[in-house]
T-cell receptor, first 116, second 114 residues
């Protein structure tokens, strides 16, 4: 398994500002992911954070809005840029400690973002 | 496009009841199905199922996969108020683009009353 920490755990931000969320894993992992969970909804993948290269974004998500860094095998950041109230969500990072993509993923505690 | 559907969407029971949660899926590159429990923010991993007909069990929780009919069930016996949560079913993308991506069902909101 993997133990994952995220910070901040929550934040309240003003429209038009940006917030960077950090995700730290207690061991080296090949795969890290960023998900969004809007109120009352299930989780949706934003992007796969690739170590040493650009993140791979899902349809509907773009790098300018959600820039991601992955400087090493234990750490990643997600920035939510130029925020609007529609960005109010829980943001979760996850990691797959196995080499195979079909194995279990473990989640960080999440960041609850409210945009006013 | 991969699809995961859970039912029921919500369930209210009393302590001691047994519940069965359903998850059906239509995905390419299937290798496994995952169950999670989400109480506040972070989903907590429960089970990973890869083979049909083999029950995974942890205490009062158990789960089984049917790869022919493309579904899984999660059973909780002798429910307790602490079982109240959202239960999520997810299938990882095991090949091609978006490798490792989890496609989630809508979740089942379980409420257990004392």
């Amino acid at each position: 398994s993997a133990v994952i920490s995220q910070k901040p755990s929550r934040d309240i931000c003003q429209r038009g500002t940006s917030l960077t969320i950090q995700c730290q894993v207690d061991s080296q992992v090949t795969m890290m992911f960023w998900y969004r969970q809007q109120p009352g909804q299930s989780l949706t993948l934003i992007a796969t954070a690739n170590q040493g290269s650009e993140a791979t974004y899902e349809s509907g998500f773009v790098i300018d809005k959600f820039p991601i860094s992955r400087p090493n095998l234990t750490f990643s950041t997600l920035t939510v840029s130029n925020m609007s109230p529609e960005d109010s969500s829980i943001y979760l990072c996850s990691a797959n400690p196995q080499l195979a993509g079909y194995n279990e993923q473990f989640f960080g505690p999440g960041t609850r973002l409210t945009v006013l | 496009e991969d699809k995961v559907v859970q039912s029921p969407l919500s369930l209210v029971v009393h302590e001691g009841d047994t519940v069965t949660l359903n998850c059906s899926y239509e995905v390419t590159n299937f290798r496994s199905l995952l169950w999670y429990k989400q109480e506040k923010k972070a989903p907590t991993f429960l089970f990973m199922l890869t083979s049909s007909g083999i029950e995974k069990k942890s205490g009062r929780l158990s789960s089984i996969l049917d790869k022919k009919e493309l579904f899984s069930i999660l059973n909780i016996t002798a429910t307790q108020t602490g079982d109240s949560a959202v239960y999520l079913c997810a299938v990882p993308n095991a090949g091609g683009t978006s490798y490792g991506k989890l496609t989630f069902g809508q979740g089942t909101i379980l409420t257990v009353h004392p």
